[in-house]
C-alpha cells in the first residue's frame, strides 16, 4: 500500500510540477524568442550601418571620379601647353638663329658699304685736290 501510495506521491508530484516546469519552459522559450529578437534587431541596425557606410563609401567614390575628371582635364590642358611652348621656343631658337645670321651678313654689309664710301670720299677729295691746285 506504501508502495502505491509512494507511486501516487510521485505522480501527484509530476503533475504539480509539470506546468511549473512549461511555465519555466514558456518563460525561457519567452527569454530566447526575445533574446532572438533583439539579435535580430542588433543585426538589423548592424545592417543598416554598414548600408549606410556603403552608400557614404559610394559617394565618395563618385565626388572622387568627378575630381579625378575634372584633374584629368587639367593635366591634359597643361600638356597641350607644354607642348605648345615646346614648339614655340624650337620656332623661336630658329627665328634667333636667322635673326643673328641676318645681322652678321648686315655688319658685313655695313663694313662693305662704310669702305665704299670712304673709297668713293677719297677720290672725289683726290679729283677736287687734283684739279684745283
Keep these: 500500500a506504501q508502495e ?28 530566447e524568442a526575445e533574446y532572438q529578437a533583439a539579435l535580430i534587431a542588433e543585426r538589423d541596425l548592424e545592417i543598416q550601418k554598414v548600408q549606410k557606410d556603403m552608400m557614404q563609401v559610394n559617394e565618395m567614390m563618385r565626388d572622387i571620379t568627378k575630381i579625378v575628371n575634372e584633374q584629368g582635364e587639367f593635366i591634359d590642358t597643361i600638356e597641350m601647353n607644354i607642348e605648345s611652348s615646346y614648339q614655340n621656343t624650337s620656332q623661336g631658337v630658329e627665328q634667333i638663329k636667322s635673326a643673328s645670321e641676318y645681322q652678321k651678313k648686315a655688319q658685313s654689309k655695313s663694313c662693305l658699304i662704310a669702305i665704299i664710301l670712304v673709297v668713293v670720299v677719297a677720290i672725289i677729295v683726290t679729283v677736287i685736290v687734283v684739279l684745283y691746285v
Excluded at 501510495?5 to 511549473?20: A, E, N, W
Design 4 to 31: 502505491s501510495r509512494g507511486l501516487g506521491d510521485v505522480y501527484k508530484r509530476q503533475i504539480y510540477l509539470k506546468p511549473v516546469l512549461r511555465t519555466q519552459e514558456f518563460s525561457e522559450i519567452d527569454t
